[in-house]
Nanobody, 121 residues
Framework: QLRLVESGGGLVQPGGSLRLSCTAS????????IAWFRQAPGTERKGVSC????????TYDNSVKGRFAVSRDNAKNTVYLRMNSLKPEDTARYFC??????????????WGQGTQVTVSS
């Protein structure tokens, strides 16, 4: 059974940091571009970042550029999203998605259940 699992979310104060992880069962992430999306209550799911299979090509939404960093460890079948200088507006449920192709094009074909990130003092 194909399954993506996000972890690492939690409650953090403004200016703090978190590292999210995306792992998989039944799916080798090595072959796929992996994207991070987030969704706040009452809003649409929005792309945050993406990393291709090589790990050398990454994209970021303007709202997180310079604060977030995506990376992958293929030996651990895991993709990470390091989030620094967190702001209250970063509060959302974060999802990882597998594109099923090597580049960050189109929409992910598989999704995890998400992990909640809350930035609040």
């Amino acid at each position: 059974q194909l399954r993506l699992v996000e972890s690492g979310g939690g409650l953090v104060q403004p200016g703090g940091s978190l590292r999210l992880s995306c792992t998989a069962s039944g799916l080798t992430l090595y072959y796929y571009a992996i994207a991070w999306f987030r969704q706040a209550p009452g809003t649409e799911r929005k792309g945050v970042s993406c990393i291709d299979v090589s790990g050398h090509n990454t994209t970021y939404d303007n709202s997180v550029k310079g604060r977030f960093a995506v990376s992958r460890d293929n030996a651990k079948n895991t993709v990470y999203l390091r989030m620094n200088s967190l702001k209250p507006e970063d509060t959302a449920r974060y999802f990882c998605g597998a594109h099923l192709v090597s580049s960050c094009s189109g929409s992910p074909g598989y999704w995890g259940q998400g992990t909640q990130v809350t930035v609040s003092s």
